[in-house]
């Protein structure tokens, strides 16, 4: 498992304080160190894990020098870390971010670079800069390559929400031209880029009749979220449902199955879409609300999310829980809840200690039957019992640094 933070607790100033980044395994319900990622002496832009081919991929620089790392953990069976570092000349300017992108057969990471910043501002031209995982080789892309997006949600309570573009998710418009809907990609986006890149939703048609709006021009201003895409699956929020005397509400989802080439409709709870990860076989999310649908509302009415007097909020790895959500304007309710994305079969449960919801809760690993979660300091893990429901939990660790965890897989050293 990684403890530990991204942008924005680690990439701000350079004179700023950065905060460690750890890599732990469990042994004898203790935490043990396995590598130190970051002892705090590094921009560590990015932490991101990728369940579909096993990877998790970390973005670092350090201080004052235009080197870029990627540090990569591969977990598939045994644990294998390695590095890709870039070196860059003075006068370019790489972004704080990466993404991943799946384009005729191969995996890259792509992020935003510019050649020479000592040009005014109207004359610089960005593309992305990638790099194969495969080969290690290196090339260049425009704009057109967002559409390639691999996504596998939003990387669960670090909150990276709205902070430094770090949010692995596509926003789109919809326009109509000679009748047939065009789906642009507004976010990503390369910077001064007039050119504007193009979703292809399979399955357009099926998807229309299940949700009409899709197919209708966007009001201006207004994009749709996809908080996943990649070649597995894709999700489109559609419609809420909203107690507003209590502001709890549902979200209704289309979920495309490419092993099925098909969509599936059903419904998670809350009403935020920065909530939900793609796990292997499972959609995973926790019960969440935001600005005014929730967030304001809740925060007036009840004060800090449930379960405030369990957290410890002086945490070595960055900022905060209760401060993030602030930040974020999201409020979780301790509910956590997964979908089986070849059964259908969807399973929610209350995140609890002594009785009483706890809302810095997670869901962080499935594998086969078993399901990994946090809930505040302590990690569980629990049977999913005939895909109906979450069996008794064992607690596996309870230790402070546990708070920061939101990555965690299973591998063999």
């Known amino acids: 498992m990684i403890a530990g933070q991204g942008c924005p607790a680690n990439c701000s100033y350079d004179f700023d304080q950065h905060y460690p980044v750890h890599l732990f395994k469990i042994k004898d319900r203790q935490l043990e160190k396995v590598y130190d990622i970051s002892f705090g002496d590094l921009d560590v832009f990015k932490i991101a894990q990728y369940n579909t081919f096993k ?42 971010t990466y993404y991943l992108v799946y384009y005729k057969g191969y995996y890259y990471v792509i992020f935003r670079h510019c050649d020479d910043t000592n040009k005014d501002w109207d ?73 504007t890149a193009i979703l292809n939703i399979p399955r357009l048609k099926e998807l229309t009749s299940l949700f009409k709006y899709i197919a209708m021009p966007s009001e201006e201003g207004y994009t749709r979220v996809i908080p996943i895409h990649n070649r597995s699956i894709i999700c489109v929020p559609a419609s809420m449902n909203i107690d507003k005397s209590k502001f709890l509400g549902t979200t209704k ?24 990860r793609h ?11 935001s600005y ?25 790895y960055g900022i905060p829980f209760d401060e993030r959500i602030k930040q974020n304007k999201a409020y979780p309710e301790g509910r956590l809840f997964i979908y089986n994305i070849h059964t259908g079969k969807y399973i929610e449960w209350e995140a609890k200690e002594s009785g009483i919801r706890q809302a810095d809760s997670e869901v962080l690993y499935i594998e086969g039957e078993e399901v990994y979660y946090r809930i505040n300091d302590k990690i569980y893990k629990s049977k999913i019992i005939n895909g109906e429901k979450i069996g008794t939990p064992e607690l596996l660790v309870q230790d402070r640094r546990i708070t920061e965890v939101h990555w965690l897989f299973l591998a063999e050293e």
Do not use: C
């Open 123 to 195: 004359s610089r031209k960005y593309y992305y800069y990638a790099i194969n995982l495969s080969t290690q080789t290196d090339t260049i892309f425009d704009n057109s390559i967002i559409q390639y997006l691999h996504s596998e949600g939003v990387q669960g309570m670090s909150f990276i929400e709205s902070a430094d573009d770090q949010e692995e998710i596509l926003e789109i418009r919809t326009r109509v031209v000679n009748g047939n809907p065009i789906h642009l990609i507004l976010y990503p986006r390369l910077g001064g880029s007039s050119d």
């Open 253 to 276: 989802m289309h979920v495309y199955k490419e092993q099925y080439d098909r969509w599936d409709s059903t419904r998670f709870r809350g009403m935020y879409d920065y909530s939900l």
């Open 292 to 316: 005014s649908l929730g967030y304001y509302q809740k925060m007036e009415r009840y004060g800090a999310p449930s379960g405030a007097k369990f957290r410890k909020n002086d945490t070595i």
């Open 279 to 289: 796990i292997n076989d499972w959609i995973v999310g926790y019960e969440a609300y």
């Open 55 to 96: 990877k998790v991929i970390i973005y670092e620089s350090e201080f004052f020098v235009k080197k870029k790392s990627f540090l990569i953990i591969d977990f598939n069976n045994q644990i294998r870390i390695d590095t890709i570092v870039r070196k860059f000349r003075d006068e370019t300017f790489s972004d704080f």
